[in-house]
Nanobody
Framework: QVQLVESGGGLVQAGGSLRLSCAASGRTFSSYTMGWFRQAPGKEREFVATISGNGFNTYYPDSVKGRFTISRDNAKNTVYLQMNSLKPEDTAIYYC???????????????WGQGTQVTVSS
């Protein structure tokens, strides 16, 4: 069982930056692929980034590639999402998730946090 708690969300102007954190419980954090997803009102949950257990492999959709960076610190059981050059369309609730494989599919992730709100004003 893994429990995930996100933090770092907030209100930022367009062009600004935020860093989200996700703290995980449990001793086997490094065995999990970690992902970030987001969901805007009235829209489906959308893949944002994923990172392998050892941190060597990452994957992003085109919508955030070059602006967002996922990283992890296995000693601290924490995964991060650095978001730069934020746009109003990045506004959403951001969720972290833990799974067994590097994937953009929500169904590949077994554990989810409660989410943190990110609002980007124009």
């Amino acid at each position: 069982q893994v429990q995930l708690v996100e933090s770092g969300g907030g209100l930022v102007q367009a062009g600004g930056s935020l860093r989200l954190s996700c703290a995980a419980s449990g001793r086997t954090f490094s065995s999990y692929t970690m992902g970030w997803f987001r969901q805007a009102p009235g829209k489906e949950r959308e893949f944002v980034a994923t990172i392998s257990g050892n941190g060597f492999n990452t994957y992003y959709p085109d919508s955030v590639k070059g602006r967002f960076t996922i990283s992890r610190d296995n000693a601290k059981n924490t995964v991060y999402l650095q978001m730069n050059s934020l746009k109003p369309e990045d506004t959403a609730i951001y969720y972290c998730a833990a799974g067994g494989s590097l994937s953009s599919a929500t169904g590949r992730y077994s554990y989810w946090g409660q989410g943190t709100q990110v609002t980007v004003s124009s």
